[in-house]
């Protein structure tokens, strides 16, 4: 495990540029292994989830390099291998194998993924999907045995009971090469979904709806990529560094924004008294002297992310009153308000609602990163603390902030990242 170390009570300034968004690249990489040829991205984040993804492409045989942000799979050696469970388990997103070796062998075993501890994750939409494809699922202990070889994958009409980012994903990627038409009722309609379809349908699936509710899918046999796949740029890290701006900026430019993916994240600064302004595909925060309380309530993509709530939780600090946080999907993800109470923050939550006082001065402490979002809201406050805040298990950080460290020295950050041996 490594730890971030940051002195405080520095302004921040100038301009950061938004890498490929984490959440789409964990589907495309699991994706690129129902191709017939080699794919390649560009826009690829460098953050240690893509890196563990490509120890799992290696232990089946598919070879990948990534240099520059531009990512080659070549998955036409692919072999059924067990998959790593170490690399299986440091993120969620390793479940996508689960949809994409169906689609590719007609079958698979996957060990239950790691990824944020937020609070219950589970995956029984994703196995509803599976089944009513035709697929056998059946569970032992840690892992899932997924299989339709004898009899193959057919299309069908499923209706997910909660909308799932992670459902809705694993159903396509089992259904593209399907024999007939699956339909996808009440499905996510995030962005980094019409992303993964985009990259399917320019290789000649036939994916219609992704970003509305009602996903069709005609099953093809064949998916051929011919051109660059260029990944959309990440709306949290986005939403991050314009959190960070409000809290610490003396005016800092953000570049490479789609600002439709973050217009929930954009009005609720707004609604703070951040003077955010928009001009094409970067967004500028000037410095801000007052903010005003606002409550948050997060739910599914079109409305304020889930992940958005702990960066901007720390820039609510500054706000004059009491705002109120409340994450209706994941109730339990609380794991920074403790360590902001260590730091000196006027914060608590009770029944799954976070409050947020105004606080005058955060302090420098040792403060533990619980998972990535825990991390980036801590990362905030630290550098609104005086002194040196020490932010233990920070590997979680850098499971999906790309060239961390690079882009905040960029911005005038003192801020490092070294082993923690004691870990
Ligand atoms: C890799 C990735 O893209 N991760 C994102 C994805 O996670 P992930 O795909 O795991 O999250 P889901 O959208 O599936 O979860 C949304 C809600 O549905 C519930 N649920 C989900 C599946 C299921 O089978 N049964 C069930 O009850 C979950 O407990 C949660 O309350 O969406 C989350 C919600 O926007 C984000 O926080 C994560 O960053
Ligand atoms: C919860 C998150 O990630 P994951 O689903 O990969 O754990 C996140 O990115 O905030």
Do not use: W
Request: hydrophobic share 45%.
């Amino acid at each position: 495990m490594k730890k971030m170390i940051i002195k405080g009570g520095q302004r921040l300034t100038g301009e950061v540029t938004i890498g490929g968004a984490k959440n789409s690249t964990v589907a495309l990489i699991p994706a690129a292994i129902l191709a017939d040829t080699p794919v390649r991205f560009d826009s690829v984040p460098d953050i240690l989830d893509v890196h563990n993804l490509m120890i799992i492409l290696e232990s089946m045989n598919v070879h990948s390099t990534f240099e520059d942000g531009v990512m080659v799979i070549d998955p036409t050696k692919i072999v059924e291998n067990p998959l790593p469970s170490k690399a299986i388990k440091s993120l969620r997103a390793s479940y996508y194998f689960m949809g994409s070796l169906l689609g590719r062998f007609k079958r698979s075993t996957v060990t239950f993924p790691g990824g944020d501890n937020i609070g219950p994750r589970p995956i029984d939409q994703h196995i509803k999907g599976f089944k009513a494809l035709g697929a056998n699922v059946t569970e032992n202990e840690d892992t899932v045995y997924i299989s339709a070889y004898e009899r193959g994958l057919h299309g069908a009409h499923i209706f997910l009971d909660v909308v799932s980012v992670g459902a809705t994903i694993n159903v396509i990627l089992a259904a593209v090469k399907a024999q007939g038409i699956t339909t996808i009722e009440n499905a996510a309609r995030e962005p980094e979904i019409i992303d993964l379809a985009m990259f399917l349908n320019n290789m000649g699936a036939k994916i219609r709806g992704a970003g509305t509710d009602v996903i069709r899918i005609e099953g093809v046999d064949k998916l051929i990529s011919t051109a660059t796949h260029t990944i959309i740029p990440d709306r949290i890290e986005a939403g991050t560094y314009l959190s960070m701006a409000a809290a610490v900026g003396d005016g800092i430019l953000v570049n490479n924004i789609i600002p439709e993916h973050l217009e929930s994240f954009t009005s609720k600064m707004i609604e703070l008294g951040v003077d955010i302004q928009i001009d094409g595909d970067k967004i500028f925060v000037p410095k801000v002297s007052e903010m005003q309380s606002i409550e948050v309530n997060t739910s599914p993509f079109p409305g304020f992310a889930t992940d958005l709530q702990q960066p901007l939780t720390a820039s609510l600090l500054k706000a004059t009153g009491q705002s109120v946080v409340n994450d209706h999907i994941y109730p339990e993800r609380v794991k920074h308000v403790l360590e902001l109470r260590k730091m000196g923050a006027n914060i608590k939550h009770a029944d799954g609602v976070i409050y947020v006082d105004h606080t005058d001065q955060l302090f420098g402490a040792e403060v533990e990163a619980g998972e990535i979002r825990a991390g980036a809201c801590l990362m905030i406050a630290a550098f609104m603390a005086s002194g040196t805040t020490t932010i233990t298990k920070a590997d979680n950080i850098l499971r999906g902030y790309d060239s961390l460290v690079k882009k905040l020295t960029q911005l005038g950050a003192e801020v490092s990242i070294v082993s923690d041996n004691s870990l």
